[in-house]
């Protein structure tokens, strides 16, 4: 089948979904596209994303064709939304245009050549609409993700689903007793852990699989003193530094970690090489986490956490919610993170005795208990450049424009939020 990825409501989904597309979310091993991909048996894909993360996702994906409609509409085509976390079996779909529900959302549309000859992207959520009363309609099971402790939540049994998967693949990842991997001492069902040949184990390294598997990628380091609890995934090249890894872990690639981490998931190239907590959160690339950070996952009176997204508070209904944070966002020593904080990219929190506020928009500075701007730009790009350099990576050309690009379409709600908070100010002080 051929499939095409699409975004909708990614609004909803920031700060994470501010510098990548909502199909490269992460939930459980692999990303929502790569589960589409697989549960769908695609075997050629496109994307229709933001024009903004165009030339950055072309770089990366150079052969995949993005915002390429000529591709897009040559029929038969399985339109799939970038939210949609697929159910671990999907059953087939016709091979007649319908569209796929997941509850009542439209997860995806199966389109010939009628449709597609109409099909306008910058108008998506009126063609889901009008498809989702033309066509015919189909349960494909699974969740549409609207906000991103969703993702948080189903963390742990998508871990569980994904190494299910892994396991029956085949040769792309070997069993313990085929694989000469170094072993940690084992709590649970030996067969529920995997350790890559390359990875590192160190000795006195504590792993759980009482709960779900526990799964140790390519060239990563366990230090000693570390306890893993499944189910939980270390990306490639991760280094753990004697910490606790809680159950419901995703830890991307090239990652340090350290402290006690529990239920939320590390994107790539991400710092927490201290002691802290964090708990139920989900945090993007290149953030550095400085010692002694600690967020809150839980209200003291065990009531529902609100998240603040832009504009508006949302009730999550859930009592353990922690944290999210965007891309080459930083906190100082000893920082301590609200219950339910959302902080946006390149922002800076530093330590001021007390809680850091719960909405901290891209591109400002907490610090001595106040919001303030940023750094000029120009000197955030470059103190990315020497971060992405000490692992290997490159800022490139496509990095720096969506960054302007993201700094210029933030900057009226960092105004207000600014203003906000130095009215908030001037009337503690009246």
């Not at 950055?56 to 399985?78: F, K, S, T």
């Not at 079996?89 to 000859?117: H, I, K, S, W, Y």
């Not at 049994?157 to 084992?186: K, M, R």
Request: glycine residues 10%; charged residues 15%.
């Amino acid at each position: 089948m051929r499939v095409c990825l699409f975004e909708e409501r990614w609004q909803q989904l920031e700060p994470l979904s501010a510098t990548r597309p909502v199909f490269d979310l992460v939930c459980g091993i692999h990303t929502l596209g790569e589960k589409q991909r697989q549960r769908l048996g695609a075997v050629d894909w496109g994307a229709c994303l933001r024009p903004a993360l165009a030339p950055l996702y072309r770089r990366q994906h150079p052969d995949v064709p993005v915002n390429e409609y000529g591709w897009l509409l040559q029929a038969p085509v399985a339109l799939v939304n970038g939210r949609w976390l697929p159910p671990a079996q999907t059953p087939p779909l016709p091979a007649t245009p319908c569209v796929g529900l997941a509850g009542d959302q439209v997860a995806l549309a199966v389109l010939a050549d009628e449709q597609l000859a109409s099909f306008q992207f910058v108008d998506v959520s009126g063609e889901l609409k009008r498809w989702l009363h033309t066509l015919p309609a189909v349960a494909v099971g699974g969740q549409l993700i609207d906000y991103p402790w969703q993702l948080v939540e189903q963390n742990g049994t998508q871990i569980g689903h994904d190494f299910a998967d892994w396991e029956t693949a085949g040769p792309s990842l070997p069993t313990p007793a085929l694989t000469p991997a170094p072993t940690p001492a084992i709590v649970g069902p030996p067969a529920a852990f995997w350790a890559a040949a390359t990875a590192r184990i160190e000795p006195m390294v504590v792993a759980d699989t009482t709960k779900g598997p526990v799964i140790i990628d390519e060239h990563a380091v366990i230090a000693a003193f570390t306890r893993l609890e499944g189910p939980c995934y270390i990306g490639p090249h991760t280094h753990v530094m004697g910490a606790k890894i809680r159950a419901g872990t995703t830890i991307g690639p090239h990652c340090r970690i350290g402290g006690e981490v529990e239920a939320s998931i590390v994107h790539g190239f991400s710092n927490k090489y201290h002691e802290g907590f964090l708990g139920h959160s989900y945090v993007g690339e290149w953030v550095n986490l400085g010692a002694g950070t600690h967020n809150s996952d839980l209200r003291n009176d065990y009531g529902p956490v609100s998240v603040p997204m832009p504009g508006h508070v949302i009730n999550t209904g859930l009592n353990k919610v922690g944290c999210f944070i965007g891309d080459h966002a930083k906190t100082g020593l000893g920082t301590l993170i609200n219950t339910g904080s959302h902080i946006g990219a390149f922002s800076n929190l530093l330590p001021a005795g007390r809680l850091a506020p719960k909405y901290v928009p891209a591109f400002t500075t907490w610090w001595n208990g106040q919001l303030t701007e940023e750094f000029p730009l120009p000197q955030l790009l470059q103190t990315a450049q020497r971060m992405m350099q000490r692992r290997g990576q490159q800022l490139t050309d496509e990095h720096t424009a969506l960054f302007q690009m993201l700094y210029e379409a933030t900057a009226d709600e960092r105004r207000e939020v600014l203003q906000e908070n130095e009215m908030r100010l001037w009337r503690r002080s009246a």
